[in-house]
Antibody, heavy 123, light 107 residues
Framework: EVYLVESGGGLVKPGGSLRLSCAPS????????FNWVRQAPGKGLEWVSS????????YYADSVKGRFTISRDNAKNSLYLQMNSLRAEDTAVYYC????????????????WGQGTMVTVSS | DIQMTQSPSSLSASVGDRVTITCRAS??????LNWYQQKPGKAPRLLIY???SLQSGVPSRFSGSGSGTDFTLTISSLQSEDFATYHC?????????FGQGTKLEIK
């Protein structure tokens, strides 16, 4: 079975840091681009960041640029999101999502999603 | 950034109805348009990619069309399990923007 599992969410104070992880199962991790997508309570989906298969290309939403860092370790089959200088507006469920194409392109649909991990930024 | 606008924002329909949801991009995205279904408390599920390709395992009552800036998602005959929120998304360029969502409710 193909799936993703996120971990690392929790409650953090404004200005604090968290590191999210995403672990895949049932497919070859190293050939796909991955993304982080978030959803604030009661709101729509917001793309956060993307990393290509070899980490050659990394993209961020303006709302997190300079504060969040996406990374991956293909040897450990893991995706990460380091979140620093957290703000109340970063409160959301964070999903990792796989890009459908196995050729490494980021320009394709997100076909596999994790269950999400909740990040709450509050004093 | 490319803005994605869905309409309507919400929709009431009955089982068996034919339903169409529209998504408009602020500039041409060719056919880099994807549709997702999301149920409360769950992750989104890919339904349609590249504007009209049905994702594996998705019922054939779902279909997508369009290119350039205007796209539609059609559900040919609503089933009870289809009541959910639907999101469009462009994968043409970063940031990969989503529409605001269309909530499909039971009439």
């Amino acid at each position: 079975e193909v799936y993703l599992v996120e971990s690392g969410g929790g409650l953090v104070k404004p200005g604090g840091s968290l590191r999210l992880s995403c672990a895949p199962s049932g497919f070859t991790f190293s050939t796909h681009t991955f993304n982080w997508v978030r959803q604030a309570p009661g709101k729509g989906l917001e793309w956060v960041s993307s990393i290509t298969s070899s980490s050659a290309y990394i993209y961020y939403a303006d709302s997190v640029k300079g504060r969040f860092t996406i990374s991956r370790d293909n040897a450990k089959n893991s995706l990460y999101l380091q979140m620093n200088s957290l703000r109340a507006e970063d409160t959301a469920v964070y999903y990792c999502a796989r890009v459908r194409s196995a050729d490494g392109t980021p320009y394709d649909a997100f076909d596999i999603w994790g269950q999400g991990t909740m990040v709450t930024v509050s004093s | 950034d490319i803005q994605m606008t869905q309409s309507p924002s919400s929709l009431s329909a009955s089982v068996g109805d034919r339903v169409t949801i529209t998504c408009r991009a602020s500039q041409s995205i060719y056919r880099y348009l994807n549709w997702y279904q999301q149920k409360p408390g769950k992750a989104p599920r890919l339904l349609i990619y590249a504007a009209s390709s049905l994702q594996s395992g998705v019922p054939s009552r779902f279909s997508g069309s369009g290119s350039g800036t205007d796209f539609t998602l059609t559900i040919s005959s609503l089933q009870s399990e289809d009541f959910a929120t639907y999101h469009c998304q462009q994968s043409y360029s970063t940031p990969f923007t989503f529409g605001q969502g269309t909530k499909l409710e039971i009439k």
